[in-house]
């Protein structure tokens, strides 16, 4: 059986690499269907590569060659990828992909035309790397009605947030450490502001709750804000900052879906989440708390969750996987002013006392945080649930006060 | 499409109790099957419970009835379990099975009938309880060559361990309040000893490795001799004890599988693993680490496993899994005193400095922990990795000090 891969990157050698490196046991696993990669199309030249004769430039001679029946696509971005995809699906070829933004995008479309031509479309590798997470979801917890899923989604921001909270580096400096190193890219937006992250969440939002979630609807709040005194207030209280990419099902059917900073308790399975690992929550009915951690990204474990669907498309050509993943609909989810929960606060006062008494006087009962080497006139608390609208009425009501600082409590 | 479970018990009434509550959400997800419940098997009888009238004594009723096309077996133990289910397959039904027990002793043979009926033999729930772990490493792992697993796998002990290390509870003490939570037992052997947590481990080592580990190959030790002083050393040291189940291939294709008590380290994923959850560490070669964490027991998790299985029954009843899964040959297991590893000891000596100063002389470098009230005469240590074969004979030669405790210590 021939495969070709699209996008001779990270993932795509990686890809090209692990199905050479493991061939015997992925044919085993694959019920002895061989696979032999046929094509790579790729732009660039790779002079020397053990697969350089592999490489072509031009996308219609995998669209056209019947004997290709899987296509790796590993380009990323959602052009051409996009067109590549759909005309591969429209071949009766079935798709694997890395590609979140593909998924998030275009994912439900994607689904219906795999479907209609009796060919797979699968995308392990897009959520959590090579993490098992869509077909636990998908399957595995199949019998449970998922409540909540949440989960620490993005390796380059989750290293910078650990520097931050073991060696207490600035934002500024952890990043350029994650540069340096290769976690991020150079411009950081897609991570630090918490896109990626954000994709991701839409895709888990869909597998467990049926619909699509676009993610211009989701309310994204990245790190870049996060300052070390706010590292230190969160360890006061019991606990680290975390980038939480969370999706809720609410009682009226609409989901509540946000990416921000939050505080996270120290006992949580998600506060020893260090470094690029990435760990995802599951709350269902009838399992409860289920967490699945690992490397999110990175070549080899990103490539082993790509051809472990490609061994799933050899064992089931014929078959389309049902996720039951329906489009989104306008008021699906609902306004992140409208979702709910405890905040920490960080503000700066020339008269604390007055500060104080105000804050107690909006937001009803209040806990104090401290630090070492505070500055004249800062101070921290938590407050009771609030909603987001109310919260941010009640702090543009608080006069006199220089507000550095707002950030969400979670309860996993 | 008919199912029939077998033993009415906690999980088997939480099986029923799933397949009714979540009945649209389970009916969509099995591609439109409707799963109707035909028979409960029990020699009890339960007046006034809603499924009465389907509750039935006479196994021929199953095997006999064509309709029936999926067996639940939440009965547990060896017999009649193994018989029942092997006239369940050779009639040509689905059997899904949370019965450690029966798939560690009989899970090859059970698995080659399921082929040769051309029918599924499913187990998800045998092992971690709702956590997804069987079909993870089977499907979603399956591009990886797995070195090594390890876990948490017994919910009983590591509550009374959590009980010991965050209350100072005795073992006795915790063990009794674990049997007053009905987490244990009255006769806790099964659970202490390591029996439960040995089944599992066996089940996983076939699922990563491909043969069949057989309990009665394994080096079982349990937590009855862990005395509060090495969890305090435990705790200087930097870490807990926890009751780890490991397989491990070996580079001449053997396999070293072992449970007993282990040091972990606190920034370990499995360390803060507490209570009757559980946690399954895969190391593959791609992925590196992964961890999957939840209930590992109990009514409704472990339901959520079955339904699971049985709605992968529903999808796909023409077909066989295909696990990999080959019998186990004499020496395929390791004897446990070639394994090799840093080990803690703790021991008693009328001359402490003589003591010590021999175990420098038969350990090599050692490495000295304290606690706060250790009695005269009382140290503990740390060794670098030996063999279990040196350790034993190197603490045969110890003379003049009495060996209170040995544990090994991981390196996850």
Redesign the interface.
């Known amino acids: 059986m021939y495969v070709a891969i699209m996008g001779y990157g990270v993932v795509g050698s ?1 890809v090209a690499t ?1 199905l050479k ?2 061939y015997e ?2 044919v ?2 694959s ?1 002895q269907n061989e696979l032999e990669l046929k094509y790579i199309l790729d732009r660039r030249t790779f002079p020397g590569d053990p697969y350089e004769h592999l490489l072509i430039s031009d996308f219609t001679k995998i669209v056209e060659d019947d004997e290709v029946k899987i296509v790796v696509e590993t380009m990323g971005g959602l052009h051409p990828a996009y067109e590549y995809v759909l005309a591969c699906l429209k071949a009766g070829k079935s798709v694997v992909t890395s590609n979140k933004e593909l998924v998030a995008v275009k994912g439900f479309e994607l689904l219906q035309v795999a479907d209609e031509y009796n060919v797979n479309f699968l995308f ?1 590798a897009s959520v959590g790397g ?3 997470i869509i ?2 979801i998908s ?7 998922i409540d909540e899923i949440a989960g620490i989604l993005n390796g380059t921001t989750n290293f910078i947030l650990t520097k931050m909270i073991t060696d207490g580096m600035t934002f500024d400096e952890a990043l350029l450490l994650a540069q340096k190193n290769g976690y991020a890219e150079r411009d950081p937006s897609a991570d630090v502001d918490g896109f990626d992250a954000c994709r991701k969440i839409c895709i888990l939002a869909a597998l467990c709750f049926g619909k699509h979630v676009y993610p211009d609807s989701v309310y994204t709040e990245g790190i870049r804000k996060i300052a070390l005194a706010d590292v230190d207030y969160a360890r006061s209280w019991g606990g680290v900052i975390k980038l939480i990419a969370r999706a809720k099902k609410l009682e009226d059917g609409r989901v509540s879906v946000m990416v921000s900073p939050a505080f996270v308790q120290n ?1 949580s ?1 998600l ?2 989440v ?1 470094d690029v690992f990435n760990a995802i929550l599951v709350r ?12 999110g990204a990175g070549k ?2 990103t ?6 669907d ?3 498309c050899a ?1 089931h050509m014929e078959r389309k996987k ?1 996720f ?1 993943w329906q489009d989104g609909e306008a008021d699906y989810v609902a306004s992140y002013l409208e979702s709910t929960g405890s905040v920490y606060i960080r503000a700066i006062a020339d008269d604390v006392a007055a500060a104080i008494a105000k804050a107690t006087a909006l937001f009803g009962e209040i806990k104090l945080l401290s630090r070492d080497g505070a500055p004249e006139g800062e101070f921290a608390f938590t407050t009771a649930p609030v909603s987001e609208k109310e919260l941010s009425e009640k702090l543009e009501g608080w006069n006199g006060v220089s507000v550095e600082s707002v950030i969400r409590i979670t309860d996993y």
Chains 1, 2 share one sequence.
């Open positions: 990686g692990l490196k493991n046991h992925i085993k696993k019920m392990e090579g993490i098992p077909r636990p399957q595995c917890l199949a019998a449970n009605d006992h399975q506060a020893s260090d269902g009915d009838a399992i409860g708390d289920v967490v699945f951690y690992g490397k080899m474990p490539a082993s969750a790509v051809v472990a490609v061994i799933d064992k049902f039951g």
